[in-house]
């Protein structure tokens, strides 16, 4: 799989102030911004071609990515107004090399690593139109064990949420561009639809994902990352 899309558009309103100056995808990670880290996790799986859909201070972003050398070829597209992420999906896809061939999508907010191709391979297994890679943030409070009786057995904090969510991060066969909506969100559209047809799947993401929502995430981020390379 050689093509992906990359939401780029949204307004990042909860992490202002750092989103009145750049948009989301530039938020820096541990000295890395997202996109960047981004660009070279697809580069890595094999892909040559990236769409960004681009939206809030569009400007500031093709300045840097035109102003840095990137490990492959990047097209920016920019929506004229709000499409919607299902819409900002299917624009941005029509722009792809082959719009009829199989494409990565990735929300711009996410930061994670794990085997892109076993996720391409798990798509193509299951003849899905669409899969979605799925997550198990951790819950952010403390939670308590109980027994079968009612008594505290432990305390466990900040323990994985015991129901997967979707990551941000899909498969997409090139049918998809006729199914998802022109404006709105294809989570309310297109998977409902697909999930009856039983032609949605869900891969399990083994490896870090945390979406970028708030400062706080930004912090935490960056602790994990540390940690994970000390």
Not at 47 to 73: F, K, Y
Request: negative net charge; hydrophobic residues 40%.
């Amino acid at each position: 799989m050689r093509q992906a899309v990359i939401l780029a558009g949204g307004q990042g309103s909860r992490l202002k102030p750092f989103t009145d100056t750049r948009p989301k995808p530039m938020i820096e990670i541990a000295g890395r911004c997202i996109i960047d880290h981004q660009l070279q996790w697809l580069a890595d799986a094999g892909v040559t071609d990236v769409t960004v859909s681009a939206g809030h201070l569009h400007d500031v972003l093709i300045e840097h990515l035109t102003s840095n050398t990137q490990p492959l070829r990047v097209d920016t597209v920019v929506e004229d107004e709000p499409l919607g992420r299902g819409g900002g999906l299917k624009y941005a896809g029509r722009h792809l090399p082959d719009p009829s061939a199989p494409w990565y999508a990735l929300n711009g907010d996410i930061w994670t690593r794990f085997d892109l191709t076993a996720m391409a391979a798990y798509h193509a297994e299951r003849e899905a139109v669409a899969t979605i890679g799925l997550a198990r943030p951790r819950i952010p409070w403390g939670v308590v064990e109980l027994d079968d009786f009612g008594r505290v057995t432990d305390f466990v904090e900040s323990p994985p949420s015991p129901y997967p969510i979707n990551g941000g991060i899909y498969v997409f066969a090139g049918e998809i561009l006729d199914l998802l909506p022109d404006v709105g969100d294809h989570e309310r559209s297109t998977f409902p639809l697909l999930a009856k047809q039983r032609r949605l799947a869900g891969f399990p993401i083994e490896g870090y994902w945390r979406a970028i929502d708030t400062a706080k995430d930004i912090r935490e981020a960056a602790k994990e990352l540390a940690k994970a390379t000390s």
